[in-house]
């Protein structure tokens, strides 16, 4: 398992921009896939991004493709999330998650590493 810390998230009007940065410690971050889920009030955690262990392959929810925008640099153990386009219902707490298979996959048990999460408000 790797430890995540997610940076970046709060307080955005519709329509505007934040960039989420999650750092992972270890020598072993490029071997994992990386994800980023988000829960919002009273909802289950669901699947936003993720990005192989290259960050040759991405995949995004259809909720926020288009807008959304997940890549990595192994360089600096860091994975971001460049949220453009927000919207209200884009309002949730937004985790960082590392899977050590090598298959991306959208699935939460998949990923056996996680951030405590950050916030991220978009106010209409």
């Known amino acids: 398992q790797v430890q995540l810390v997610e940076s970046g998230g709060g307080l955005v009007q519709t329509g505007g921009s934040l960039r989420l940065s999650c750092v992972a410690s270890?020598?072993?971050?490029?071997?994992?896939?990386m994800g980023w889920f988000r829960q919002a009030p009273g909802k289950e955690r669901e699947f936003v991004a993720a990005?192989?262990?290259?960050?040759?392959?991405?995949y995004y929810a259809d909720s926020v493709k288009g807008r959304f925008t997940i890549s990595r640099d192994n360089a600096k153990n860091t994975v971001y999330l460049q949220m453009n386009s927000l919207k209200p219902e884009d309002t949730a707490v937004y985790y960082c998650?590392?899977?050590?298979?090598?298959?991306?996959?959208?699935?939460?048990?998949?990923?056996?590493?996680w951030g405590q999460g950050t916030q991220v408000t978009v106010s209409s």
């Open positions: 270890g020598r072993t971050f490029r071997s994992y896939v």
């Open positions: 990005i192989s262990w290259s960050g040759g392959s991405t």
């Open positions: 998650a590392a899977s050590p298979i090598r298959m991306v996959s959208t699935t939460r048990g998949a990923y056996d590493s």
